[in-house]
């Protein structure tokens, strides 16, 4: 059984690393993409298993990646997690409504995101 | 007929006579006269004759002397008479024989002189010449000698009996003018003696008869009518005197009839007298009663002018509304009813002091503001409720005459009476000191009634405006449009509601009620929302209401407030509506949000760093490489954390104070500038900074931490707002004693419509919202702030699309 493939979508470096950290590198196939058209080419090319997506990015929004790949039959059934300082009631109803399957509001918890993991992905791919 | 005019046939027969003899006469005259000028005429004739043949006799004579002379000399010279004269006659010949032409023996002599001379010529003279040139013998002189002679005794002949005749002629003219002569006198003596007996038949037929006539009507004229005329024969005189007599008996009767009508007329005119003394009578009695009426008369014509003066007077206070107008009137009125030239109205509302109010004549600066009651002449007319008169020496008012001020002659004080209320007083002078005749006071005093009623409604209209205008100034001090609608349309509406409606709907308020909702709703932003609340307003008009419009072009946004209002019985008057500007507010609302939640989400990044790697480190043991960096970064991430914070706390000092504190020294830029790069450049991998610094220090005063702050902004934002990446590029100078630094970027640029906003506090970049490009808002106005605290200048150039250079200069450091 191959690794679950996850991409994590961030123009912050430390962002990055930190979720890698978090998932522990060994057990994940790891993708990263610096801003929002690298993460829809990475996401289209890479059919990763999981995204997390930050919002705020160079060239294209989060929620815009988000709507792509949702539009897209290839990828609609993508599982997408945003992962995103904007916090404010309509950012998570614009998020739902552009397609994304959960919200992460920054700053969060490295346990909170391994929960997160487990549901999108099953308990089995923390073990 | 023929015997009635007999004398007129006379005198026709008579001058007809007198002009046949005067006829005759001329004519016998004029024969005469003809005769003499023929005789006259003959004998000048005869002169020309004898002329013309001595004319011809001479050239005869100059043919034979002209021929001789050439032939003794034989010169040709001397034959040059004898040329002319044998062209010249033969036409002198024909002209003798024309002249004869009358008397045939004559002309029969002239034609024999006129052959014998051309046969002299041809058969002798001719010849002669001739033989003289060629040398011949001459034909024999005695010849020609004969023949002259013989033509020369022609030529007497002729003139004997032309001489003959001129002679008889002459005697023929004498006798005619003498026998004219003596017909002339004859006329003359014959012509006079039949004028003489001519008149002196006219004095017997005609002078003579007329004359009596003359005389008989003269008598007519001086009155005896007895005068006449005899008359004779039956011509027009006759008539003239047979008409005049006819004429003197008709006067005569004429007369007669007169004398008797006239002693008729006597009589009657006795009786008429009589009729005109019981006629007399009469007229004495009708006189009593037009006397009588005419005195009714006067008095009606009195209350009519009484009646009149009421009238103008009522028409003049109502033609004015304003209390001093109606105070003017009521004092001009009064003043003329009074005789007065001079005068002043006090006048109080509602029991308090009469004040002045008008004047006539006088100066209202000399007078006495108000009238204390029961105090001086007019304040006892007010408290005594009673007209006072005095004369000059009680008087108080003033004239000035002639440069001095004189007591007036006559003074009345007449109060304004209201029923029992006093409403004021009018003082009245008269300067002539006559009194003022009893019916002009009573009148006085009925116009003073009527002026109070007048002024006492002017001081409630008074009240009533001043209420108004103070109602009207406090409604327009308010900044919210207010304004009143009823069934008639727009009741009440201060200015602010005026210039709010017209900006909102773009009509005049006016024209506004008229409007179709639908159109109103068009201009909105929520037309459906502007509907409903319409007519929620129509639904239930018990209610208030408020709303929001924001229109749709202007993007202003109004609260809109509206209430019923009613009177004191509970009465619906209409309905209020309060219109208020929220554009400001709903912008600074706005703008309030936009950075709450960006400061939420600018704190939350750098938190999201520190929360997540301590919660890692705590939750596992990484490898002392790991931990080591996680822990840099949540440094790091928490020292950023902290500026930001900084930065709010500065601009609310900056708010609060108004000026930055600064701790000044000396510092170089380019170090400052060189670590500043260092920091950003490790930042993003995208992008490349290329810092080119002069190698002088750029020296100046300044606050080391603060300026650090600019520069990372700059910094900061040159790489945020060029999402692609790219070269950002950092220089330094110094020129003109001031040093600076600029950051250029290849990015995105600022919209002209932007740019003069770029360094408000909060204003961010609807791009930059849009295209999630993180920030505060607060960086650009903090920068400004600490330049400008540090006296220098900031500034920048972009251009869409493009990239932008942020430059700022200080003053340089000596």
């Not at chain 2, 405006?465 to 100034?473: G, H, M, P």
Request: aromatic share 4%; hydrophobic share 45%; proline share 5%.
């Amino acid at each position: 059984m191959s690794m679950p493939k996850v991409l994590i979508a961030d123009d912050q470096p430390t962002m990055r690393q930190l979720v890698r950290l978090t998932l522990e590198s060994d057990r994940f196939d790891i993708l990263e993409a610096p801003d929002g058209d690298a993460a829809l080419s990475l996401a289209r090319a890479e059919q990763p298993d999981l995204l997390f997506l930050d919002w705020t990015m160079p060239g294209m929004a989060g929620v815009e990646v988000c709507r792509a790949l949702r539009d897209d039959p290839a990828t609609a059934d993508m599982r997408i997690v945003m992962l995103t300082a904007r916090s404010q009631d309509a950012d998570r109803r614009q998020a739902e409504a552009m397609g994304a399957d959960d919200y992460i509001t920054k700053p969060f918890s490295p346990i909170q995101l391994l929960e997160k993991v487990r549901d999108v992905l099953g308990p089995e791919a923390l073990l | 007929m023929r015997a009635r005019n007999s004398l007129t046939v006379r005198m026709v027969v008579l001058g007809g006579a007198l002009a046949t003899v005067v006829g005759i006469a001329l004519g016998t005259l004029l024969v005469t006269i003809i005769d003499m000028r023929a005789a006259s005429r003959s004998a000048r004739h005869s002169a020309q004759v004898l002329a013309a043949a001595n004319q011809a006799e001479k050239l005869v004579l100059d043919l034979e002397t002209g021929a001789r002379g050439f032939a003794l000399t034989r010169e040709e010279r001397f034959l040059q008479p004898w040329r002319s004269a044998r062209a010249a006659l033969p036409r002198q010949t024909e002209r003798l024989a024309a002249l004869v032409a009358s008397d045939p023996a004559q002309q029969a002599l002239a034609q024999q002189i006129a052959a014998e001379v051309q046969g002299y010529v041809d058969e002798y003279s001719i010849p002669q010449i001739e033989a003289v040139r060629r040398q011949d013998t001459p034909p024999a002189t005695a010849e020609g000698k004969r023949r002259i002679d013989e033509l020369r005794a022609q030529f007497a002949r002729f003139d004997a009996r032309e001489q003959r005749l001129s002679d008889v002629r002459r005697a023929d003219s004498e006798a005619a003018a003498t026998r004219s002569i003596a017909i002339g006198a004859g006329v003359l003596v014959a012509g006079v003696a039949l004028l003489l007996a001519f008149a002196a038949y006219l004095g017997r037929s005609v002078a003579r008869p007329v004359r009596r006539v003359a005389e008989a009507a003269d008598r007519l004229a001086a009155g005896d009518l007895s005068a006449r005329v005899p008359v004779h024969g039956h011509d027009e005189l006759a008539r003239l005197a047979g008409s005049f007599n006819a004429m003197g008996e008709s006067l005569q009767s004429g007369r007669d009839e007169l004398d008797s009508q006239n002693t008729e007329l006597e009589l009657q005119t006795a009786e008429l007298e009589d009729q005109q003394q019981r006629l007399a009578a009469a007229n004495d009695e009708l006189r009593a009663q037009r006397d009588e009426l005419e005195q009714i008369s006067a008095t009606l014509a009195e209350e009519t002018e009484r009646q009149r003066a009421f009238g103008e007077f009522s028409e003049a206070l109502a033609a004015h509304t304003a209390l001093e107008e109606r105070a003017r009137t009521t004092l001009h009125t009064l003043a003329e009813t009074a005789g007065a030239q001079v005068g002043a109205l006090y006048a109080g509302d509602d029991g308090r002091p009469c004040e002045l109010i008008a004047t006539l004549g006088l100066e209202p600066a000399s007078l006495p503001e108000r009238v204390a009651e029961g105090s001086g002449l007019a304040g006892r007319a007010v408290a005594e409720r009673r007209r006072f008169e005095v004369g000059r020496d009680e008087a108080t008012l003033r004239v000035s005459a002639f440069g001095r001020e004189t007591a007036v002659g006559r003074e009345l004080h007449v109060p304004l009476l209201y029923g029992e209320r006093a409403v004021g007083v009018v003082s009245l002078g008269r300067v002539d000191g006559a009194e003022v005749p009893p019916p002009a006071c009573e009148l006085l005093e009925h116009l003073a009634d009527q002026a109070a009623v007048s002024l006492s409604n002017a001081f409630v209209t008074h009240r009533a405006e001043r209420l108004a205008d103070i109602n009207r100034a406090v409604l327009d001090t308010v900044r919210d449009g207010i304004l009143m609608m009823n069934e008639e349309g727009v009741a009440l509406a201060n200015a602010p509601a005026r210039r709010l409606v017209e900006e909102i709907l773009g009509v005049p308020l006016e024209d506004a009620a008229s409007l179709d909702p639908t159109d109103v709703a068009a201009r909105v932003r929520d037309p459906e929302g502007y509907l409903a609340a319409t007519e929620a307003i129509a639904a239930d008009p018990d209610e208030p209401t408020f709303d929001e419009v924001e229109m749709a072009e202007s993007g202003r946004v109004f609260e809109r407030y509206t209430a019923p209002v009613r009177d004191a019985d509970g009465r619906r008057l209409g309905r209020t509506i309060v219109i208020r500007e929220a554009t400001a507010e709903r912008e600074a609302e706005r703008l309030k949000n936009d950075l709450m939640a960006t400061v939420s989400h600018e704190l939350r990044t750098p938190l999201a760093s520190i929360v997540g790697f301590t919660e890692l480190l705590l939750m596992r043991d990484p490898d002392p490489d790991v931990r080591r960096q996680a822990l840099e970064t949540v440094h790091g991430e928490a020292r950023r954390l902290s500026e930001l914070i900084d930065d709010f706390l500065d601009l609310q000092r900056i708010a609060e104070r108004g000026r930055l504190p600064l701790e000044r020294e000396r510092v170089d830029l380019c170090p400052l500038v060189a670590d500043q790069a260092r920091v950003f450049a490790a930042q993003s991998d995208a992008h490349t900074l290329d810092v080119r610094m002069p190698e002088d220090p750029l020296v100046t005063e300044a606050d080391p931490s603060r300026l650090k702050q600019v520069l990372a902004n700059l910094l900061s934002n040159a790489i945020k707002y060029s999402p692609d990446g790219g070269r950002i590029s950092v220089e330094g100078w110094k020129r003109d004693g001031l040093v600076g630094v600029a950051v250029a970027d290849p990015g995105l640029g600022i919209p002209a419509a932007q740019q003069e906003r770029v360094f408000e506090r909060f204003f961010r970049a609807p791009d930059a919202t849009e295209r999630a490009i993180g920030g505060t808002g607060l960086g650009l106005a903090l920068a400004r702030e600490i330049v400008e605290a540090h006296d220098g200048r900031i500034g920048f150039d972009s251009v869409e699309g493009q990239g932008s250079r942020f430059w700022f200069e200080l003053p340089a450091a000596g």
